[in-house]
């Protein structure tokens, strides 16, 4: 037989047992559909890293009070966070710096406090995290740039640098340059916006330390929620952050049992995350695959009832000179049509799943994603279908080729 004529019959099979055969297809739809939507989000996800992080600073390291097994530290000029620790031992405070005036390889530190607070302008409050820094030093430390006005410089006082989402979308109406903030009863001028990020520093107001201790509760002069330090290149941050450490146990009386401060490189925290989102993407897609298997014992499933009902057609075409391999194949290209036709709607649903994440306003990595399904997975998802469906008819497909014709003819 020529192969049309295989795909003729195994059409012909398709077609006569539509209902059967569409719930098979539907399990196939549902496990391509998911595995493709949770790659496309994972590849997405990995582009959007690798995005940031040729913009991130890969040299910044951030030392921030209680240990690491205890908390998460704050990430470099970042504007989250809490008021300055409660215990006085535990405190990062101006003598720390100058212990840390020796290390080589530092090209810039400086202390910070952070906290939230109400802020009002023209009437409407929000809370919003205010985070004050050493303008001597941070306008040379920052990555941020100021999309409109200016950074920080060493004689403000009461003046702030805001995010984006502050200027433009925190109140109704949007605030500019030179416009005034009230803070805990006190006026600040905002004298640049930065640029916008797509993160949780685009809602942060940066000030001088000097006027943010006024301002934020709790907080003490001398007293850092963390220390911010910018090594001179990124290949020596690592041994900067382990002199940093050693120094800092070195000058607090502490060893690594007791130890009560945490040192933080980018690059770790970028590693940390690159894991963290590999874990789930993998676990997400095993979770998937389970559909996969179902779908795969469903065209099994469907192929033996096939085999069982054509017995009698398939004695007959033995009967007129058919052979094994021509059985073989008929039944062969039934089930991968059927993994094809389910692998087609199931990229299409896997593509509807794509473009249902950004419509979700799913925030990942501190901005939204822009979500699409490459050709590449398209044409795995097609790959994937097609194979599930040959490997599980390879079984009833190969039973119905060893059937004898007279046996076949005589069953009911």
Same mark, same amino acid.
């Given at each position: *037989?020529?192969?049309?004529?295989?795909?003729?019959? %195994?059409?012909?099979?398709?077609?006569?047992?539509?209902?059967?055969?569409? !719930?098979?297809?539907?399990?196939?739809?549902?496990?391509?559909? @998911?595995?493709?939507?949770?790659?496309?989000?994972?590849?997405?996800?990995?582009?959007?890293?690798?995005?940031?992080?040729?913009?991130?600073?890969?040299?910044?390291?951030?030392?921030?009070?209680?240990?690491?097994?205890?908390?998460?530290?704050?990430?470099?000029?970042?504007?989250?966070?809490?008021?300055?620790?409660?215990?006085?031992?535990?405190?990062?405070?101006?003598?720390?710096?100058?212990?840390?005036?020796?290390?080589?390889?530092?090209?810039?530190?400086?202390?910070?406090?952070?906290?939230?607070?109400?802020?009002?302008?023209?009437?409407?409050? @929000?809370?919003?995290?205010?985070?004050?820094?050493?303008?001597?030093?941070?306008?040379?430390?920052?990555?941020?740039?100021?999309?409109?006005?200016?950074?920080?410089?060493?004689?403000?006082?009461?003046?702030?640098?805001?995010? /984006?989402?502050?200027?433009?979308?925190?109140?109704?109406?949007?605030?500019? !340059?030179?416009?005034?903030?009230?803070?805990?009863?006190?006026?600040?001028?905002?004298?640049?916006?930065?640029?916008?990020?797509?993160?949780?520093?685009?809602?942060?107001?940066?000030?001088?330390?000097?006027?943010?201790?006024?301002?934020?509760?709790? %907080?003490?002069?001398?007293?850092?929620?963390?220390?911010?330090?910018?090594?001179?290149? *990124?290949?020596?941050?690592?041994?900067?952050?382990?002199?940093?450490?050693?120094?800092?146990? #070195?000058?607090?009386?502490?060893?690594?049992?007791?130890?009560?401060?945490?040192?933080?490189?980018?690059?770790? *925290?970028?590693?940390? %995350?690159?894991?963290?989102?590999?874990?789930?993407?993998?676990?997400?897609?095993?979770?998937?695959?389970?559909?996969?298997?179902?779908?795969?014992?469903?065209? @099994?499933?469907?192929?033996?009832?096939?085999?069982?009902?054509?017995?009698?057609?398939?004695?007959?075409?033995?009967?007129?000179?058919?052979?094994?391999?021509?059985?073989? *194949?008929?039944?062969?290209?039934?089930? %991968?049509?059927?993994?094809?036709?389910?692998?087609?709607?199931?990229?299409? @649903?896997?593509? #509807?799943?794509?473009?249902?994440?950004?419509?979700?306003?799913?925030?990942?990595?501190?901005?939204?994603? /822009?979500?699409?399904?490459?050709?590449? #997975?398209?044409?795995?998802?097609?790959?994937?279908?097609?194979?599930?469906?040959?490997?599980?008819?390879?079984?009833?497909?190969?039973?119905?080729?060893?059937?004898?014709?007279?046996?076949?003819?005589?069953?009911?």
């Amino acid at each position: *037989m020529r192969s049309s004529s295989y795909l003729k019959m %195994a059409l012909t099979i398709l077609l006569h047992s539509k209902i059967r055969s569409w !719930l098979t297809i539907i399990g196939i739809v549902i496990g391509v559909g @998911a595995v493709v939507g949770i790659m496309s989000l994972s590849e997405n996800m990995q582009k959007d890293m690798e995005a940031r992080l040729s913009e991130m600073d890969l040299t910044a390291i951030t030392i921030s009070p209680g240990s690491s097994k205890a908390m998460m530290a704050m990430g470099p000029g970042g504007g989250g966070g809490g008021s300055s620790s409660s215990s006085e031992d535990t405190n990062l405070t101006k003598k720390d710096i100058m212990a840390l005036r020796s290390v080589d390889g530092i090209q810039y530190m400086y202390g910070q406090i952070s906290g939230k607070e109400d802020v009002y302008f023209l009437g409407e409050e @929000a809370e919003l995290s205010i985070t004050g820094v050493d303008p001597q030093v941070w306008q040379y430390a920052t990555t941020d740039t100021a999309e409109s006005g200016r950074l920080l410089e060493p004689s403000d006082n009461y003046v702030a640098v805001i995010g /984006s989402g502050v200027a433009e979308d925190v109140f109704d109406n949007e605030v500019g !340059l030179n416009q005034v903030l009230t803070i805990a009863g006190k006026s600040v001028r905002v004298v640049g916006i930065l640029e916008s990020e797509g993160g949780s520093g685009d809602n942060s107001i940066i000030m001088p330390i000097d006027a943010a201790v006024t301002l934020i509760e709790d %907080a003490e002069p001398d007293v850092y929620d963390s220390i911010i330090v910018k090594a001179e290149s *990124m290949e020596i941050a690592e041994n900067v952050s382990a002199e940093i450490e050693e120094k800092l146990m #070195l000058s607090r009386h502490v060893t690594e049992k007791d130890q009560d401060f945490s040192v933080t490189t980018s690059a770790s *925290m970028v590693e940390t %995350a690159s894991d963290m989102m590999e874990s789930m993407t993998l676990f997400l897609a095993a979770i998937a695959g389970v559909s996969l298997v179902v779908g795969a014992v469903g065209i @099994a499933n469907t192929m033996f009832t096939s085999v069982m009902e054509k017995t009698r057609e398939i004695g007959t075409m033995k009967a007129i000179g058919a052979t094994n391999r021509d059985i073989l *194949m008929i039944f062969m290209m039934n089930s %991968a049509l059927v993994g094809l036709v389910g692998g087609i709607l199931g990229v299409i @649903a896997g593509s #509807l799943i794509t473009a249902l994440f950004p419509l979700l306003g799913m925030q990942m990595m501190g901005g939204s994603v /822009s979500v699409s399904l490459s050709p590449r #997975l398209t044409i795995f998802g097609l790959t994937v279908a097609v194979a599930v469906g040959v490997i599980s008819g390879v079984v009833p497909a190969f039973q119905a080729s060893r059937m004898k014709p007279v046996d076949a003819l005589r069953y009911e």
